[in-house]
């Protein structure tokens, strides 16, 4: 038995019950433009009118997203990793052809498991249950709702983009390199954005002549940092990175073995260093004591000269000798 069938025995038995049934048209129809149109033009309870959106739109209205985490609605707020949510979206029927369709999608495209229900015939809702991980962190959501019409579809859209707060993680691809320096570089991503240290056998690392860190900011949670170590080993050393944020820690440690022939460099680098400064003090010296030879040869030269142009000073003889001289 068909809808319409049902319709007319069910007023039949009213007419026969004598019950007065009141026509009603409805002034506004919810319609998509293209669409069949479905009019319900007996209602049994009066009391309540039609009620539909005013006008017939072009295109259909758009669904609504909803987002719940242990049943709270969440609005746009981060979910911590590993809570289970769901996403819910809804979209009104309306009239078409083909009963509507409502399909997610997402990105990046992760593998998603949907369930749809319908609870009465004027609404469709779609839901999405998972647990969250550091992979939905920014992803775009979007459900389509599909009418299909007489010779064509349409569609609309809503979507949702899902923020995670996570401990840090890191990355496979952290390394180390051996060469005539040691370098090593961690990759670590994490939210809130993870701060990151180094420590070699246990010893937190600072810059100085034989070690050096620096960071560069990927993105709002990646982070890679790069040790750099000035030296040969003599023995093995432990070298580990740690990142941590309020939610956490990660870490990452790497075993340097001493190549073989290798010695001490970092302190070769210091002497080198030494010799260099002594170099340049002895170069200064040496070109202070010339400049200091210059001018005493000018000051000489000058004291001759002047020695020279003054006038010749007369000397009176004894007068001892002059009588000693006189003989009679």
């Known amino acids: 038995m068909n809808v319409l069938t049902g319709e007319k025995i069910l007023l039949l038995i009213f007419l026969f019950k004598g019950i007065s049934l009141k026509v009603i048209l409805p002034n506004k129809i919810d319609a998509l433009s293209g669409s069949c149109v479905l009019i319900k033009c007996i209602k049994i309870d009066t009391s309540t009118p039609y009620e539909t959106p005013e006008g017939i739109s072009k295109s259909p209205p758009p ?22 949510v769901i996403l819910s979206c809804w979209a009104k029927t309306l009239c078409s052809y083909h009963p509507p369709v409502l399909t997610w999608s997402s990105y990046p495209k992760l593998h998603l498991s949907e369930s749809s229900r319908q609870p009465d015939q004027t609404q469709l ?43 840090p ?26 701060n990151l240290t180094w420590f070699i056998s246990d010893n937190p690392v600072a810059n100085s002549t034989c070690t050096s860190v620096s960071e560069e900011r990927l993105d709002d949670t990646v982070l890679r940092s790069t040790f750099t170590l000035s030296y040969f080993l003599k023995t093995e050393h432990s070298v580990q990175c740690v990142a941590t944020n309020i939610y956490g820690n990660a870490s990452r440690q790497f075993h340097l073995d001493p190549l073989p022939n290798e010695t001490a460099y970092c302190a070769h680098k210091t002497l080198s260093l030494l010799i260099t400064l002594a170099l340049v003090v ?23 000269k002047r020695e020279a142009e003054a006038p010749a000073s007369v000397q009176c003889p004894n007068s001892n000798n002059i009588y000693e001289n006189l003989h009679f």
Request: proline residues 4%.
């Open 169 to 194: 993680k890191m990355s496979p691809s952290s390394s180390c390199k051996r060469a005539d320096v040691t370098v090593c570089f961690c990759e670590v991503h994490g939210n809130p954005f993870p």
């Open 63 to 84: 669904p609504t997203l909803m987002f719940y985490s242990k049943r709270w609605l969440l609005l746009n707020s981060p979910v911590l990793e590993g809570s289970s």
């Open 282 to 304: 002895l170069l200064y010296a040496l070109t202070v004591g010339a400049g200091f030879y210059k001018i005493k040869q000018l000051s000489t030269k000058l004291k001759a």
């Open 125 to 167: 809702i779609s839901d999405l249950n998972f647990n969250v991980t550091h992979l939905h962190h920014t992803v775009n959501f979007i459900c389509t709702i599909t009418y299909q019409l007489k010779d064509k579809k349409k569609t609309a859209q809503t979507n949702y983009t899902l923020y995670v707060q996570y401990a």
